[in-house]
C-alpha cells in the first residue's frame, strides 16, 4: 500500500524574517525610549542649574540693594552739607532700581525653574 507523506515546515523563511524585522522594530522601539529618558534627563539637570543660577542671582541682586541704599544714605548726607551734587544721588537710586528689577526677574526665572522641575519630576 503506497503512503503519502506531507511535510509542514514550521520555521520557513518567511518566519524567519517577521521574527528578525520584530527584534529590529524592538531594538528601535527600545533606542527611541532610551533617547527620550535622556532626553528628559538633560531637561531636568538643565532645569535645576537655571534653578540654582536663579537663586545666586536673586541674592547678588539683593546684596546688591542693600549697599547701593548704603551708598546712598552717604551720599545723601554729603548732600546734605553742600559736598555732593544730586546727580549722583540719582544715579545711584537708577542703579538700586536696576538691581531690583534683576531681582524680580531672577524671582520669576526660578519659579519657572522650579515649575519645570516639578513637571519633569511628576
Known sequence: MPKVALSIPIFTKKHTSKTSQIKIKQEVLLSKKESQKKQL???????????????????????????TQLAIDVDLKAYE????????????????????????EGVRNAFVSKSKIDYLIN
Request: no cysteine; charged share 25%; hydrophobic share 50%.
Open 81 to 104: 552739607t553742600g559736598i555732593l551734587n544730586y546727580d549722583k544721588i540719582l544715579n545711584l537710586q537708577l542703579q538700586k532700581i536696576k538691581f531690583q528689577l534683576m531681582e524680580i
Open 41 to 67: 534627563e538633560i531637561a531636568l539637570e538643565k532645569s535645576v542649574l537655571e534653578l540654582d543660577n536663579a537663586i545666586l542671582n536673586v541674592v547678588a541682586a539683593q546684596k546688591n540693594t542693600v549697599e
